[in-house]
């Protein structure tokens, strides 16, 4: 699986930006889809994860504030994030994992930058 970012930039505090993660490469439906972040100095965190099914989840410091979605018929995991705040200034990693063997594979990352 090939996965490509996009959607990173920089914006202030309380906008918003959305991320999208474009996958080729085999049968999409097949993975989990997660979006991952790493800050300046910081390990990288698991942000928001939406499932072969559908699920989703998130990190508490997102939630309420990011949306994760889908598109299996695109191929897309897309990451709507509003209420930006410089906090969450950090390179943003599409994931993908999937749900019959241990395979996994990482994007290229993309910045996000949020000013104060």
């Known amino acids: 699986v090939q996965l490509q970012a996009s959607g990173g930039g920089l914006v202030q505090a309380g906008g918003s930006l959305r991320l999208s993660c474009a996958a080729s490469g085999e049968i999409f439906s097949n993975y989990h889809m997660d979006w991952y972040r790493q800050a300046p100095g910081k390990e990288r965190e698991l942000v928001a994860t939406v499932t072969a099914g559908g699920a989703t989840n998130y990190v508490d410091s997102v939630r309420g504030r990011f949306t994760i979605s889908r598109d299996n018929s695109k191929h897309t995991v897309s990451l709507e994030m509003n209420s930006l705040k410089p906090e969450d200034t950090a390179v943003y990693y599409c994931?993908?994992?999937?749900?019959?063997?241990?395979?996994?594979?990482w994007g290229q990352g993309t910045l996000v930058t949020v000013s104060s």
């Open positions: 994931h993908a994992h999937n749900k019959f063997r241990s395979v996994d594979y």
